[in-house]
Every structure is written in C-alpha cells, then in structure tokens.
C-alpha cells in the first residue's frame, strides 16, 4: 500500500509540476486575435492586428520550438537566456524572444511585427501545429446552430464544427477559414471561407455580424494568367445563428 501511495504523490506532484506557471511547454495560443474576431467580426482585421503568429508549441527538454501562422510553420532550437526568457533561433539566422509575464507566452517585438501574446492552450494531447488555434477560433467564431434564413437549403440548420466539419449547408461537408497565405491575398479586403463536398471546393467571401452570417459568390477579377481577385458576388445564403 505504501509504494502505491509513494507512487500516487509523486504522480501528482509531476502534474502540478507540468501546470506550474513557469513552465514554458505546452502549446500557446493567439487568443487575443480570436477574441478581437469575436468582439469586431472581422477575422481578416482581427488577425492583422493581433498576428501574424497564432500558435507556439514549446518542447524545452527537446529545445525545440516551433510556430504556426496559419499558413507556414517553422521549427527553431530553443535555449534559454535568462530566468523566464528564451531565444528561439531558426534558420538563415532569423531569431525570436519568448518570455513568459504573469501565465503568457510574450513574443517580443521584432523588426517585422509589434509584439504578441499568447495563452496556454487547455489541452494535453498533442496536435500539428497551428490546429489547436484553428479549433478555438472555429469552436468560438462559428460554433453553434445556425438557420438558413436566405438561400439554397432554406429553414434547415447548419453545424459548423471545430475539426472543420459542416452538417446541413448543401453542396459542403467540409469548410476552412483563411488565416493567411494565398487565400487571404486573394480576397483582399474580404474574409473568406473554402468549402468543399467531396474533392471539389471552391471559395466564398462571407460577413460576419454578431449572430449573423451572409456568404457570397466570390467573382473573380483577375486575367487567366493571374492570380485570382476575388470581389464580392451575389448572396447565396443568410445564416442566423439560433
């Protein structure tokens, strides 16, 4: 009985350890922009202003460290400069500063991007980079039941869900947010969605206003040997979350 007790404390004490809030492992999330969507609508805006990273995963025993933002990630070797800060220095000599302030992951503020803070994800099991994020921002920005009040489908429900799942919008089984990279380039001022049945899909422009959701044809402007320019088409459905 003694060994198991023995064993049992020091079980918990590891787990108190691996919570305590000095510890840098774990997965780190760009919360800051997933709640600035929320509170605007805006994701595009949101993510310009609070990015363009949105995701660390911290490996210290490993010295590795590595970054998501939405679109690339990069791995760089971890060490440590001095209590509560780190260098992460990746290749071609392109180096970032991490230091953990009051329970945050603080990205300094470099030649590129302002400064960025990012919360501990509430999860144990590990995911490919930049997932975590996508299944907060996708849970919190699109989560819920919504009725399709305008459009094809019209009086039946539509479930967006955090792995990217979608029940009940005809023609789509799958969606994704653009965070960044191409996509966003190509949509401009806009927010934009790719929604997929199958192997086909295709991209859609959308607005977002608190519990109302309007998707539109995206109509591109550009030459063939372009790349796209997508505008904002037709309505084609008016979602309202219930």
């Not at 392109?94 to 590129?112: K, N, S, W, Y």
């Not at 995911?127 to 989560?143: C, D, H, I, K, V």
């Not at 009086?155 to 005809?170: I, N, R, W, Y």
Request: charged share 20%; net charge negative; aromatic share 10%.
């Amino acid at each position: 009985m003694r060994p198991f007790l023995l064993l049992l404390s020091s079980l918990l004490l590891a787990g108190c350890a691996s919570n305590a809030p000095n510890d840098l492992n774990g997965t780190w999330i760009n919360q800051a922009a997933i709640d600035a969507a929320l509170q605007h609508d805006s994701l595009r805006e949101a993510l310009l202003a609070y990015g363009p990273n949105l995701e660390w995963q911290i490996d210290t025993a490993r010295q590795r460290a590595l970054f998501s933002n939405g679109f690339e990630q990069a791995e760089g070797q971890l060490s440590r400069q001095a209590e509560g800060t780190y260098s992460v220095q990746f290749y071609g000599d392109f180096e970032e500063q991490l230091q953990l302030q009051r329970g945050e992951l603080v990205q300094r503020a470099g030649d590129t991007w302002p400064e960025q803070r990012f919360t501990r994800a509430d999860h144990s099991v590990r995911a490919p980079a930049g997932s975590l994020f996508e299944q907060t921002l996708y849970r919190a920005y699109l989560g819920g039941t919504w009725l399709i009040e305008e459009g094809l489908g019209q009086g039946g429900l539509v479930l967006f869900q955090a792995d990217g799942s979608l029940q009940g919008l005809p023609g789509a089984e799958r969606y994704a947010l653009c965070l960044a990279g191409d996509c966003a380039a190509m949509s401009g001022e806009y927010d934009s969605l790719w929604l997929q049945l199958g192997e086909l899909g295709q991209s859609w422009l959308f607005e977002r206003e608190g519990g109302q959701l309007r998707i539109y044809q995206a109509l591109n402007r550009a030459a063939i040997d372009e790349m796209p320019d997508y505008h904002k088409g037709p309505l084609h459905w008016r979602l309202k979350r219930r």
